[in-house]
């Protein structure tokens, strides 16, 4: 288990929606400081977090934040984009490469930079925010999926990698969230705050996975079964 109160974490693209969430709950779980990682400082308005420059795929950026924030005991990768693109839909592959570098390679990047710090300090918690789509490819975000598939595979070698060291490594997953990337959904969609607070309560009680709505419950118990269903 991680201890929560008295706690340093960072949360990646904390400015707004799910990120802004996550530090939230922290500080109401007693976290001592929360970074805010964003491209640009100057979004955050939350006066209780700690603004930080951080571009997830910038690897000078990354270095410069891992080298600062020694103290850090929680990770939360937050930073995510989608550009609803289709598999066939023409500029698909720079869309695929761009979601690619945040959603995946960005989690990675930040995972390794900060890796050295959580085991100086105790192991602390690594979280990295997938997607029921990690499970399902959704044909008008279909790129999006694919790098959600990637990060949800990195979370799980992660795992392996840092278990030595007491790292607890949580993987999030959920449908529709009630943010600006989902503006778009007519559908249900669940609160960030809900999201957040799931997440918060996993990290204390020390369990690797969030299933934070039915969605995500639905899908993971349907792959088990027959694609034709999945994919009805």
């Known amino acids: 288990m991680t201890q929560l109160t008295g706690s340093v974490a960072l949360v990646t693209g904390a400015n707004r929606g799910l990120g802004r969430a996550f530090a939230r709950a922290l500080l109401d779980a007693g976290a001592a400081k929360v970074y805010a990682g964003v491209r640009d400082p100057e979004s955050v308005v939350d006066p209780d977090v700690v603004p930080l420059r951080l571009d997830v795929t910038d690897p000078e950026q990354v270095a410069a934040a891992a080298a600062a924030l020694t103290d850090v005991t929680i990770v939360i990768n937050n930073a995510g984009i989608g550009s609803g693109t289709s598999a066939l839909d023409p500029g698909a592959l720079a869309n695929a490469r761009a979601e690619l570098e945040v959603n995946y390679l960005g989690t990675l990047a930040v995972a390794q930079a900060f890796a050295p710090a959580l085991a100086a300090n105790g192991g602390g918690a690594l979280v990295n925010m997938l997607s029921a789509a990690s499970w399902l490819s959704i044909p008008a975000i279909s790129t999006y999926s694919a790098s959600k598939s990637a990060q949800w595979s990195i979370t799980n070698a992660l795992r392996v990698a840092l278990r030595d060291q007491g790292t607890l490594v949580v993987g999030v997953h959920a449908g529709y969230v009630d943010t600006d990337l989902a503006a778009?959904?007519?559908?249900?969609?669940?609160?960030?705050?809900?999201?957040?607070?799931q997440t918060v309560a996993a990290i204390a009680a020390g369990e690797e996975e969030v299933l934070a709505d039915d969605t995500s419950r639905a899908v993971k118990a349907a792959l088990s079964g027959d694609l034709a269903l999945l994919y009805a």
């Not at 778009?184 to 607070?197: M, S, T, Y």
């Open 184 to 197: 778009h959904v007519a559908g249900p969609k669940i609160a960030p705050e809900d999201v957040a607070r």
